[in-house]
């Protein structure tokens, strides 16, 4: 091959990365630093995505969606709009009529939910067991400080790493609690997470 030849398809491979629309993802969370703190330790996964744009905004169903719908939009007047958009919240102690509002939102306006019942943390206890008993926040807090062997922190920056090795376990067991809690009212879904749907997406 031609030194000329072979200068033409390098820089013709150049045009191609620089015109290649980038590929990023948002993930607007409920919590300031639970949820996000987990989300930024993901490895890349340069075959999915670019970037991954997380915010912890201290927003709750209605509120966080409305604000992944600003994001989302102002992102597209940029022209820099994302390929997937996720809101990562919990049921708490709001209705369901209020949760069930922020999932159709969601839905009308092509955004993603990772969403739990209760609370974020039942896909942590995944991690190390199947558990299909509804508890308390603080019962999740006491459960998973059994099960770390240590005082559970929910703003600890190294969950990801603690939990990292039982990752497969998670998947298989909240995919199990989905396919049961899945075909109840939403109502008496409890407890069941979405979150493992979010972790599969970026996972390499």
């Not at 590929?23 to 996000?36: A, D």
């Not at 604000?67 to 997937?84: D, S, T, V």
């Not at 929910?154 to 969950?159: I, L, Q, R, S, T």
Request: proline share 4%.
């Amino acid at each position: 091959m031609g030194h000329d030849e072979l200068f033409r398809k390098r820089k013709a491979l150049t045009r191609l990365k620089d015109t290649r629309k980038l590929r990023h993802i948002l993930i607007v969370c409920e919590g300031e630093k639970t949820e996000p703190n987990y989300f930024r330790k993901f490895p890349e996964n340069p075959e999915v995505y670019d970037r991954i744009d997380i915010h912890g905004t201290g927003y709750n169903t209605v509120s966080l969606v409305n604000e992944a719908i600003k994001l989302k939009n102002e992102a597209r007047k940029k022209k820099e709009p994302y390929i997937e958009v996720w809101c990562v919240f919990d049921k708490d102690d709001f209705s369901v009529e209020l949760f069930i509002n922020a999932i159709l939102l969601a839905g009308r306006n092509q955004i993603k939910c990772a969403y739990s019942i209760e609370a974020f943390e039942i896909w942590y206890m995944l991690h190390y067991h199947y558990y299909d008993a509804a508890l308390s926040r603080e019962q999740y807090k006491k459960k998973i400080t059994e099960l770390l062997g240590k005082p559970y922190q929910k703003n600890d920056e190294g969950m990801y790493q603690l939990l990292q090795n039982r990752q497969k376990t998670a998947l298989q067991n909240a995919q199990k609690l989905y396919l049961r809690q899945s075909e109840r009212p939403l109502r008496e879904q409890n407890p069941i997470t979405t979150v493992f749907k979010l972790v599969e997406r970026l996972l390499p």
